[in-house]
């Protein structure tokens, strides 16, 4: 499964962005997706994830109420919509497939296919 990000770039603090991961010649529908971002000098971290079974989803503490993560299945499209952006939002945001669980979950350990990642950068 080949998975494509697209959308960062450079926005204004209080700004928002989308991003999107694609997978071409895959059915994305029929994985659990996540969003990991990784902050200069930081671990990977889980952004949001959501399964394939029930379209159940989970956001880290630090997006509540900001960020937002959806599916567009007819697209093979996963999106991770970000608004009330902060400058400690800054990172390399990744999307990822687990392989075998259509189960979603934070763990980066978890997920056996990634994207190359999209720069979010996030000035004050």
């Known amino acids: 499964v080949q998975l494509v990000e697209s959308g960062g770039g450079l926005v204004q603090a209080g700004g928002s962005l989308r991003l999107s991961c694609a997978a071409p010649g895959s059915t994305l529908g029929n994985y659990a997706i996540a969003w990991f971002r990784q902050g200069p000098g930081k671990e990977r971290e889980g952004v949001s994830c959501?399964?394939?079974?029930?379209?159940?989803?989970w956001y880290g503490d630090f997006v509540k109420g900001r960020f937002t993560m959806s599916r567009d299945n007819a697209k093979n499209t996963v999106y991770l919509q970000m608004n009330s952006l902060k400058p400690e939002d800054t990172a390399v945001y990744y999307c990822?497939?687990?392989?075998?669980?259509?189960?979603?979950?934070?763990?980066?350990?978890?997920?056996?296919?990634w994207g190359q990642g999209t720069q979010v950068t996030v000035s004050s």
């Open positions: 990822a497939a687990r392989r075998y669980s259509a189960n979603y979950s934070p763990d980066v350990d978890d997920y056996y296919y």
């Open positions: 959501i399964s394939s079974l029930d379209g159940s989803e």
